[in-house]
């Protein structure tokens, strides 16, 4: 049986593969694989290792001859039409759980980067601009005793609270479901969006990225914002207007914006790259080699499964 892998991933996915005698279809090209190409090379595939730079369409899952499963390089999955590869029988799995700590690492880096001005200070001191200690030079905020409020308390959300809790942090959250564990743990409170909008500090997202989810941050709810607030956004772009984020940073507004994913990557708005309250990341909240490491195997391992009859590890579809 032939596994189409669609970009360069870890090897480990690929030995794993091999062991398990499957034969790997694989653009050598480290760039995202072509339209054409996909379509050509997943027409003969049994199961096809997908990343977030693959668009899977309705069009070219029906034109999927073989393929009984997809597995997602990625706990984000809006790449691909899940209804459609239902409909077609089609599992589609994604790597959940393997990136938790990773991403939410880095959620809190760029709440510090954000509120204590990291980046901005580095480059202030490399553009020759230290000339000497101040009492006032480049001050920032304290995380002590703001409030955090976590969009989407799913795993990485949860992971972020935990963490957020040894810096200080009072944190509420807005979720469909309460999670009373995490409520335990961190101290923390569910509330209302619009509640979650007004009253905090910080706002961290973590959302998937969903017809009900996109644009859930409109203008009208990013205007509820504190006149001071700092946004993380380390889940998906789209999930906020973005347009409006700009011109509130610009206005000052909010105080800053810590992003590690944007509308339309990798072409940025080209106005937060001028902006010195905001920190700009190329989309690396699971960029450790030991993430990407179980996310490769993880993927594999799900099309190991699914092609030898048993079940998926982590579906996100249900036959
Ligand atoms: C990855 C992500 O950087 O898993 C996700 O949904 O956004 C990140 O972990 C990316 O998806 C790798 O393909």
Redesign the pocket.
Known sequence: MKVLITRRIPEVAINLLKKNKFEILQPISDKPISKNRLKLLAEQADGILS??TDRIDKELINSLQRCKVIAN????YNNIDIIAASEKGIIVTN?PGV?TDS?ADLTIALMLNTTRRISESEKFLRDGKFTGWKPDLLLGRELKNKILGIIGAGAIGQAVGERALSFGLKIIYYNRSPKREFERKTRSKKVSLNTLLKTSDIISIHLPLSDETKNLLSKEKLELLKRDAVIINTSRGEILDEQHMIKMLESNRIYSAGLDVFHNEPDINPRLLKMRNVIVLP?V???TVETRNAMAELAAKNIINVLKGRKPLTPVNHE
């Open positions: 990343l977030l390089f990625a706990v984000g790597t990136l991403t989309h909240g699971s960029a």
